[in-house]
């Protein structure tokens, strides 16, 4: 799939799955669906879903390790600096190196360029937060933890889904 196409839909996945509230029920349940979704595909996946400020759920399943949930914090920093998707972000770089640019003055260690971390956007507001999945290629984090919200924004979870390779 070309990677234009995959920016166009990532987009629209980013405008178009914006909640109208978020409190921790939500965050359990965007968490819960990432969950039962890598324990289907029998994967040790790490997930995390944050407010700037604050974590409100952070789950893994069996196999996953402390490792996944460094890159899953990690991948929700990027979301934060940029107010983007991580996989977007890693798309846009095309075959740039997987670091930040020096000029930026921040610590490369603490943000990762991979895909996985999608934003929790408030209608009206802008992005809050983000939720992240770690344990998959960086292409099925992103779209475990897109379907996952799609189901709790009440769509079908192959809503806005980017094509199969």
């Known amino acids: 799939m070309p990677v234009e196409a995959d920016l166009e839909t990532i987009a629209e996945q980013e405008a ?3 909640f109208e509230r978020f409190d921790e029920d939500t965050a359990f349940a965007i968490g819960g669906y990432v969950r039962d979704a890598a324990k289907a595909l029998g994967k040790g996946v790490a997930v995390g879903v944050y407010l700037w400020d604050r974590t409100l759920f952070y789950g893994a399943t069996a196999g996953a390790s402390a490792g996944n949930r460094g890159w899953v914090e990690r991948k929700v920093k990027l979301v934060q600096l940029q107010l983007k998707s991580s996989y977007r972000i890693v798309l846009e770089r095309g075959d740039k190196p997987r670091l930040l640019d020096e000029n930026w003055a921040i ?3 603490e943000y990762a360029l991979a ?3 999608f934003p929790i956007t408030i209608k009206g507001v802008g992005p809050i937060g983000a939720a992240a999945a770690s ?3 960086e292409r099925d984090d992103h779209e475990i933890v897109r379907a996952a919200i799609c189901r709790v924004l009440g769509r079908d979870a192959s809503y806005l889904a980017l094509a199969r390779p």
């Open 107 to 109: 610590p490369a260690s």
């Open 115 to 117: 895909g996985g971390a």
């Open 135 to 137: 344990g998959l290629n």
């Open 16 to 18: 178009r799955l914006a």
